[in-house]
């Protein structure tokens, strides 16, 4: 008998659609919890970034849950399986856990299972996670899967497999095909590249949004006020989040339902000796209060590094003119 421990979280957001319909996103913090009278259509994966080329797979499983005759299930992970199998506890995620619930539940997934993965999980054979997840658990009707994943104890089984499994369980096997992958041509290894090079244009392109960051505004030493460019001072608890490049953004917020432009600084500030890694957002035309409010930051395009200046005045000249190449490329948009 295979025990999952129970972490349970149950949440209903409502989430609005074209038509003005309305979808109740279910999200079950471990598989033992999950619980439908419907069968399911679901698709796997980590998901990270909920890119283009992940949506391909995402829109297919809410397009055959339209009649209402299945439930659609995005079953996921956390920690990274890679953080539990190979200790890499220095890797970078495009989204943070809550990022990831947000962008799933525009979609129209109605059930979203994140399950604690862990070493006994890993071990679950193919043959297991078959029986004990999909079938007993989840009374799956077809899953929807890429041409190329691996599943079952070491990653030994593959998508023949699955089928094989498909026809004694009576469930469907729809594979994404290559050439659908392909014609995309989208890795979330490709993003993370983008982002660490700084090239937004490529990286929000392929996401299919623009990338951003969640926070919270704490108060700094407030250096920005005396050279005229006051700055709200982000910080990201979660330390599984990739930072993109070091260097000046252009960036936009949305605080208050208004749409708030400014450029942010990614680094060390080397022109005043500082020490730690800081995130610092200029607002342009914004003076409020944004001390211990969480926003989120959407990243648009890359101004240029961040750059050590001989004196306060020569980086207060660069800053006047980093707002003035920021202002026009939003004027171009």
């Known amino acids: 008998m295979i025990y999952f421990n129970p972490l349970f979280l149950y949440v209903i957001i409502s989430i609005n659609l074209q038509h003005s319909k309305t979808i109740a996103l279910k999200i079950f913090h471990s598989i033992n919890d999950f619980r439908s009278a419907k069968k399911t259509i679901l698709t796997l994966g980590t998901f990270d970034g909920v890119h283009m080329g992940h949506r391909k797979i995402l829109e297919k499983v809410t397009q055959n849950t339209k009649n209402g005759e ?16 190979q200790g890499e506890s220095e890797v970078k995620l495009l989204n943070t856990l809550s990022e990831k619930i947000d962008l799933l539940e525009k979609i129209g997934i109605q059930n979203l299972v994140i399950h604690p993965f862990d070493e006994t999980f890993s071990r ?45 369980h009576n469930f469907e096997v729809e594979q994404i095909s290559v050439q659908e992958i392909d014609a995309v041509s989208i890795s979330s290894t490709k993003i993370r590249t983008a982002l660490l090079t700084g090239n937004m244009a490529l990286a929000n392109e ?3 949004y623009d990338y951003f960051m969640s926070g919270t505004v704490l ?11 006051p700055t709200a001072n982000l910080q990201i608890d979660e330390n599984y989040k990739l930072i993109p490049q070091n260097g000046v953004y252009v960036v936009k917020s949305i605080i208050n339902q208004k749409t708030i432009f400014g450029m942010m600084n990614i680094g060390f500030n080397p022109t005043v000796a500082g020490k730690n890694l800081s995130i610092e957002i200029h607002f342009f035309n914004f003076d409020a209060d944004l001390y211990d409010q969480k926003i989120s930051v959407s990243l648009l395009e890359y101004l240029r590094p961040e750059q050590k200046f001989d004196s306060i005045d020569l980086l207060k000249q660069q800053l006047v003119k980093d707002k003035n190449d920021a202002l026009a490329y939003i004027n171009s948009l």
């Open 124 to 168: 679950l054979t193919a043959e297991e996670f078959v029986e004990t997840v999909l079938v007993n658990q989840f009374h799956i009707q077809k899953i929807i899967i890429g041409h190329d994943h691996r599943f079952g104890r070491n990653r030994t089984a593959n998508i023949d497999d699955l089928i094989a499994f498909g026809v004694q």
């Open 219 to 229: 108060k700094g030493k407030q250096l920005g006020r005396t050279v005229g460019f």
């Open 206 to 208: 392929f996401l299919g």
């Open 70 to 85: 299945y439930e659609s299930v995005v079953l996921t992970f956390f920690p990274h399986p890679r953080m539990v199998l």
